[in-house]
């Protein structure tokens, strides 16, 4: 428990790891990482990466990227570093050459014109790939020092909110399914002097 007795956050045991989740707490105030989901795909001594699942862009990734079949893909935002750059979970698996298994069953990167043409070939596959442009960075120590500052909840992953663009609040959908002491922060107003 917290030594600030204001402090009404449950303590979070779950430590970060690849394939884990980072929930932002509800009042974090980076206007990026607001209200945010993050997969981590790496978290080492080095420093972790991971890919907001809940920003969405009003793009398809046919508009973004030349020769991309249209296949009615949305692109998601997911983070601030080298946002000019594409990314792409999958669960393609053994299909995609050179891609790295991130949690059972779904995969980050691989050969991309194999991807386009596994698309093109079979658009319906389209189902098994979320893009992203850029994505969520710490350096060393960084996201170690967030954590301890509670700026970040960890979870474990639920694989299905992984790849369904769809969800419209995982935030709080994640925080509910971390157990009842979190279930309430799902339900902090956006700005409570506004309550």
């Known amino acids: 428990m917290?030594?600030?007795?204001?402090?009404?956050?449950?303590?979070?045991?779950?430590?970060?790891?690849?394939?884990?989740?980072?929930?932002?707490?509800p009042f974090l105030p980076d206007p990026y990482f607001r209200?945010?989901?993050?997969?981590?795909?790496e978290h080492n001594d080095e420093g972790s990466f991971g890919f907001v699942l809940n920003r969405h862009m009003d793009m398809d990734i046919d508009q973004l990227m030349d020769r991309m079949p249209p296949i009615g893909s949305k692109v998601s935002i997911?983070?601030?570093?080298?946002?000019?750059?594409?990314y792409y979970?999958?669960?393609?698996?053994?299909?995609?050459?050179?891609?790295?298994?991130?949690?059972?069953?779904?995969?980050?990167?691989?050969?991309?014109?194999?991807?386009r043409s596994i698309l093109s070939t079979d658009p319906k596959l389209a189902r098994h790939v979320r893009f992203f442009v850029g994505y969520?960075?710490?350096?060393?120590?960084?996201?170690?020092?967030?954590?301890a500052e509670r700026a970040w909840l960890v979870a474990n992953v639920d694989k299905k909110r992984i790849m369904h663009t769809g969800k419209k609040n995982i935030w709080a959908e994640t925080l509910r399914d971390m157990g009842p002491e979190f279930a309430p922060l799902a339900n902090f107003p956006d700005d409570p002097a506004l309550n």
């Open 78 to 86: 997911g983070g601030p570093v080298q946002s000019s750059n594409l």
């Open 2 to 25: 917290s030594n600030n007795f204001l402090d009404l956050r449950p303590e979070n045991k779950l430590e970060p790891a690849r394939g884990r989740l980072l929930v932002s707490e």
């Open 136 to 147: 969520s960075g710490w350096t060393e120590g960084q996201l170690d020092k967030e954590l």
């Open 35 to 41: 209200r945010t989901v993050v997969l981590l795909c």
């Open 89 to 115: 979970l999958h669960t393609l698996g053994p299909h995609l050459d050179g891609s790295t298994e991130v949690v059972d069953g779904v995969h980050m990167g691989g050969d991309f014109d194999q991807l």
